[in-house]
């Protein structure tokens, strides 16, 4: 891996730049089912009533993001960060083309689970790509502002999706992505973003770009089939199987598989003067290093906590049916796991790395942060349907926006601050203002989502509120990274990032059930002392607005005791990062040049 100073500012900038596109698009895929999920429902055969025959549709994508984590993040170790960062462009594409074309609940399962693969493998390699780059003491601003990023994809992710299903059909969301996804991988892959002065690179591998344009191309039609050209007399015969009923006979997909051969021969063919689009014969160095018997027990580890946790009912349980079974497995599969990483030569994990105190202050830090911040996710835009918007998810969706724009500005802000302020400082700091605001939040009416702030009718104090706590958790993603970035080597900051990005998606999914399950208890405790509605209104129990209110009341006391969870979580959050991170790493110099 080139070291900081080895790197030319521009082409630093360039190839973080590129990086971070594909950040952008994967964040912003990861929160598009919220728009799209009643409509894919729907096109594979799912009552909107039967929510629950969704969930592998999230669960799916859950555990090919988490799962592939630590593989992805130390194969970008040893075999470098763009041919990974390609790598997930790749399966994030296919994901996209299996999702976009799916018309069963199987096919739209594994697509998500491809995409999910792909795109959560970019954040990981993206911040190892940063602590590469950028020598410790300048890291601060790169690094917040692929949080940014990141955090801006969950805002722009349900609106970019409203907007092309309007437009069109679900599907045209996840068939965009395959043109993006892959003029983000050519400029991952071009020599003037890695730093090399293009006259003197290796030539550019014009017949693999070819080729894999043709790929792409025919793969794209065979699978989608579209009706336009499949049933016109002209071009119908290149999409009608030659030997069986199987649409893999036909031309179109015979011409797929052939280029893809073609492709691949020429990538193990290529010239030594030739820069190959797909540094295979590379490849085989980096597999035969990588810990695939680690990498297995670790994706089954973290396959099991997140179905446990994804398919729990919290109307029963915190946990899901499978989980006295799941979560056990879960248990001697990590032991397993501890004894492998510690016998072998080349661990997936290097668990003497992460003994380092500061080093597991920003995983455990980064479970509390994860637990907070997905209470605000869920249950913001729960508060305003269940007061202020009750037929408007859009408008539910826009309240929690005034949180969601503030996690990018914090992340920046963070990035400036952590030279002057120390890793726990900040990160303490930004968690302390998440949990004031949870706590204010806990104490919301009804209408104080609605109600004008010093006879403003645009301004409410909630707005405020929202906003400070976005910024709380925008402060904390800097400084928790760069403290775990800082402290491992350089060869395993691949592996590092992958954790504390897996480290969050856990926090997340257990925060999610745990406070959930006790919001649900709250709500059933108080439903359960409300009056019968026959005494409220003995004229029209079953219309009731008297007894609707207080079930109103009583759904928003469960909230509040949400909000307080979140706010005891963000409080951890800040107590684990100021006792167990370091008070900075090198003195930081703010900027985005290379020293």
Known sequence: MAGAAGQAPRG?????????????????????????????????????????????????????????LPLLGRLSDLYGRAPVLTACLLLFAAGSLLTASANTLGEVVAGRALQGAGGGGLVPVTLALVADLWPARRRGVPLGMVGAVQEFGSVVGPLYGAALSAASTWRAIFYVNMPLAAMVAAGVRAPWSRGQRVSTARRPDRAGWTLAAVCAATTVLAVAAPPAL????????????????????????????????????????????????????????????????????????????????????????????????????????????VLRELRTADPLVDLRALRNRAAVGSLVTNLAVGAALMAALVDVPVFARATVDPDSQVAAALVLARLLVAVPLGAVLGGLLVGRAGYRGVAGGGMVLAALMFVLMAGWSATALSDPLAGISWLHATDLELAGCGLGFGLAIVPITAAILGVVPQRLHGMAASLTVAARMVGMLAGLSLLTAIGLRRFYSVQAMLPDPARLCPTTPLNCVAYNNLVTGAAIDELHVVFLGAAACAAIAALTAVSLLRRSGSAVVLGMGIA
């Open 230 to 337: 499949k049933d016109n007399i002209t071009t119908g015969a290149a999409f009608t199987p030659l030997l069986t009923d199987t649409g893999i006979t036909s031309p179109i997909a015979l011409l797929a598989l052939l280029s893809a051969l073609a492709l691949l021969v020429r990538e193990l063919t290529v010239p030594a003067t030739v820069r190959p689009l797909l540094p295979i014969r590379d490849l085989k160095r980096g597999l035969q290093r990588l810990d695939w018997i680690g990498g297995a027990l670790v994706a089954l580890v973290l396959g099991c906590v997140v179905v446990s946790f994804a398919s729990a009912d919290p109307q029963r349980a915190v946990v899901g049916d499978s989980a006295p079974v799941l979560l056990p497995a879960a248990t001697v599969l990590t032991a397993l796991f």
């Open 12 to 68: 630093a900038r360039l190839r973080l730049g590129f990086a971070a596109a594909g950040v952008l698009l994967g964040a912003a895929d990861t929160y598009v089912v919220v728009i799209t999920l009643p409509a894919i429902m729907t096109s594979v055969g799912i009552d909107l009533a039967h929510l629950q025959q969704a969930t592998p549709i999230i669960s799916g994508f859950l555990v090919g993001y988490v799962a592939a």
